[in-house]
């Protein structure tokens, strides 16, 4: 293992820092470098805390069979675009 010379700035917290080329010339705090990663792996499993959510059925009936008493008996309430002119209309 190589000695590493303390430093402060984004150094003390990069991955990189035990293969740094640049850190023995660095008299100076760092605050900016391309080859700077502090990435960490995953712990856990994100996908395994989402709750699935029941899905809820959502009415799409247009016009007058939006609430009229019939519509779950009535052919004319799959009709696209609504009924806007019923007779059965309840």
């Not at 850190?23 to 856990?44: I, N, Y």
């Not at 779950?72 to 209309?89: D, L, M, Q, R, V």
Request: aromatic share 6%.
């Amino acid at each position: 293992m190589t000695q590493v010379k303390k430093t402060a700035g984004i150094c003390t917290t990069c991955n990189n820092i035990e293969a740094c080329e640049r850190l023995p010339g660095h008299t100076r705090h760092v605050f900016f470098c391309e080859e700077f990663d502090d990435a960490s792996a995953l712990t856990h499993n994100v996908l395994a805390t989402v709750t699935s959510i029941p899905e809820k059925h959502i009415d799409i009936a247009l016009g007058l069979c939006c609430d009229c008493g019939n519509r779950t008996t009535c052919a004319n309430s799959k009709t696209p675009g609504g009924i806007w002119h019923c007779e059965e209309y309840a």
